[in-house]
């Protein structure tokens, strides 16, 4: 899949020191590599990304994803979430305001390439979205009440509505099959709302849920949701991590 645009599609891997749910997580072992570098041969297999690099606060990650040929950027200790550190690179590497910048999660070591395609796409297909993200429609009974698979709503038009922890929405009676979308993690900006974003600090619905996309909502910016057919672990605790190994297994 080619997509025509003249700005660049630059994407970014944020990763931080310490994650207070799984310590040493970027690095944690997949195979053989650290799951940072693992999440970055994943992206470096999509061809519309111009240029990718893990945007980090840590001199030892970024030192270890350089072993195995991953480009970075440090980052501040201060940022509250990874769009924010994303903020930060873009600005250190002189971005365009039209640029299209694409926040990759570092622990999401099996994501399908295509999935980056589809989150730039509405804002290559429309000038006026200023943020996309990708949702998928859960399956695993389990995640409708984990806290860690975050559910969304959105409007007819696709913009979202609301994103929890909780279990969203609420049916006062039986809830019919299939009514439940996670939210995947993966967002696209343009470079100039992405300044503006990391520059109105975190806001309360965002610190009570300790979700950075509510920022964009709780604004008034509208967020364009894609519904992706594909499905990606999400390494979050080791039990996770466990299962993104044998998965990983699997595949080789």
Known sequence: MSTEVSERIVGFIPAR???????????????????????????????LLT????????????????????????????HACGTDRIAEAAARLALGDTDIVVNIQGDQPLFEPEMLHQVTQPLVDDPSIPMSTLIYKIIRSEEITHPNAVKTVFDHEGFALYFSRSTIPYFRRSAPE???????????????????????????????????????????????????????????TPEDLKRARETYGRQI
């Open 178 to 236: 299939s009514a439940f979308y996670k939210h995947h993690g993966i967002y696209a900006y343009r470079n100039d709302f992405l300044q503006k974003f990391a520059a109105l600090g975190p806001s309360f619905l965002e610190k009570a849920e300790g979700l950075e996309q509510l920022r964009a909502l709780e604004h008034g910016f509208r967020l364009k949701v894609v519904i992706t057919e594909y499905d990606s672990i999400e390494v979050d």
């Open 51 to 78: 240029d990718l690099y893990i945007a980090s606060d840590s001199s030892e990650i970024l030192n270890v994803a350089a072993l195995h040929g991953c480009k970075g950027v440090a980052t501040a200790t201060t």
């Open 17 to 47: 020191a310490e994650s207070t749910r799984f310590p040493g997580k970027p690095l944690a072992d997949i195979c053989g590599k650290p799951m940072i570098a693992r999440v970055y041969d994943r992206a470096l297999l999509c061809e």
